[in-house]
């Protein structure tokens, strides 16, 4: 792979996670504006401000409920559920009109042509997926047999877009046992035939945050819930 087709990667994937996650992320971040948007347990709200940030001033106890809802693992699911569209949208080049393959390429590292289904992180496959990826190779492998070809079972591949080895679930170490998996930097190392390229994509998404201004909306959106909050606290004093 060339310089210009990695660039053009890098380019699709930052448009990709833009439009696809980022934007929704800001617009979902943004609506938290009110308590009405938390189920707030009363018990641990004020200690986990205490316990974060030193005292009980709306402002903390905004950040202690905005905090988990922007930053938690939501960004991430969303990401693998979007993985379609990444296939799709930034991997458009490498599509396979193989059933249950994602996507078809020349290995940068082996030289043969691999078929691989994509997954997105370490731990995104559950039991029943094995017996699924392990039958699409079977029937890619009896398809070239019927055609004339020799498909090597190390040609069937599945790539995780992202993560290390050493984390992967035991429901992907079971597939490597007959298949092999690349992980993270290794998969995008097999593609491009770049090792830092893994690293370059990462960037690449972070920069998606300077473009939105994420961060200046992120403190409007706590300075805006910490002022309701405030005038909760003030209604509740002069009830009493």
């Not at 988990?68 to 960004?75: E, F, K, V, Y």
Request: charged share 30%; net charge negative.
């Amino acid at each position: 792979m060339n310089d210009k087709e990695k660039e053009a990667i890098l380019s699709a994937a930052q448009k990709f996670f833009r439009e696809k996650l980022a934007e929704n992320h800001l617009k979902n971040t943004e609506k938290l504006i009110t308590e009405d948007e938390f189920n707030i347990n009363p018990f641990t709200w004020r200690y986990l401000a205490k316990f974060a940030f030193g005292d009980t001033s709306p402002e903390s106890l905004a950040k202690v409920l905005i905090y988990p809802r922007a930053l938690g693992t939501s960004i991430a699911t969303s990401f693998g559920t979007m993985l379609q569209y990444f296939s799709v949208d930034v991997l458009k080049g490498y599509a396979s009109t193989t059933q249950g393959i994602d996507i078809e390429f020349d290995d940068a590292i082996d030289g043969h042509h691999k078929y691989c289904q994509l997954k997105a992180g370490p731990n995104t496959i559950n039991k029943d997926d094995v017996k699924t990826i392990e039958d699409h190779f079977k029937g890619v492998k009896s398809l070239a047999r019927t055609n004339g070809m020799r498909i090597s079972t190390d040609d069937c591949v599945v790539g995780v877009l992202y993560g290390e080895r050493k984390k992967l679930s035991v429901h992907y170490k079971k597939i490597d046992e007959d298949y092999r998996v690349l992980v993270g930097q290794e998969f995008w190392e097999h593609l491009t035939g770049d090792k830092d390229f893994y690293y370059e994509l990462i960037d690449a998404f972070a920069s998606v945050a300077d473009k939105i201004n994420s961060s200046y909306a992120m403190q409007q959106t706590i300075r805006a819930l910490a002022y309701d909050i405030k005038y909760r606290e003030m209604r509740k004093t002069e009830d009493n």
